[in-house]
């Protein structure tokens, strides 16, 4: 799954940013993502910079889903690993935000 969403990554890099095909590139991530909270978890963890620039948007929708406290603290922890990133705060604000721990 990971070398999918890779390979899946580098082909939206070679497009055009306007491309409307990035948008369902994105929504084919998110689903493989989707499927297995842990293995996204492990995905995530190994994803260099670049790639978590363009899925981050995604997050918020991830942890709606899974409505796991393992995977926001995953992505809590992105916010140290990648600092450059500057939108990833808020990303994972509404990440966050979408989990309601009882």
Not at 72 to 77: A, D, S
Not at 80 to 99: C, G, H, M, R, T
């Amino acid at each position: 799954m990971k070398t999918l969403i890779e390979n899946t990554i580098r082909n939206i890099e070679n497009k055009h940013p306007e491309d409307p095909t990035i948008t369902s590139d994105l929504d084919y991530i998110t689903e493989l993502l989707s499927k297995n909270v842990d293995d996204s978890i492990l995905i995530i963890n190994e994803l260099n910079e670049e790639s978590i620039r363009w899925i981050s948007s995604r997050f918020e929708g991830l942890s709606y889903k899974f409505q796991n406290k393992k995977f926001v603290e995953c992505l809590k922890n992105l916010l140290s690993k990648f600092p450059n990133i500057s939108y990833l705060k808020e990303d994972i604000q509404e990440a966050v935000e979408a989990f309601y721990e009882e």
